[in-house]
């Protein structure tokens, strides 16, 4: 079974410039993950971790300090 998750535009309204996402490929977010990373003052994530999956928050429940969703 293949579920469709490709989407044409990015899920978030500002998407940093000059970061390599010119070709990047788009997808629905379906998880939610706990992510550890370093302060910068570039408004990027520097050295990210993945800590873990969340199980118990759905993709739209989620706050993302920086970052907004369309």
Known sequence: MS???????????NVPSGSGNEDA?????TLVATVEYMPNDRGSL????LKGIR???????CINLGLSFV
């Open 46 to 49: 520097r050295q990210p971790v």
């Open 3 to 13: 579920t469709n998750i490709k989407r044409e535009l990015p899920p978030i309204k």
């Open 25 to 29: 490929v788009w997808i629905e977010p």
């Open 55 to 61: 199980e118990d928050k759905l993709p739209n429940e």
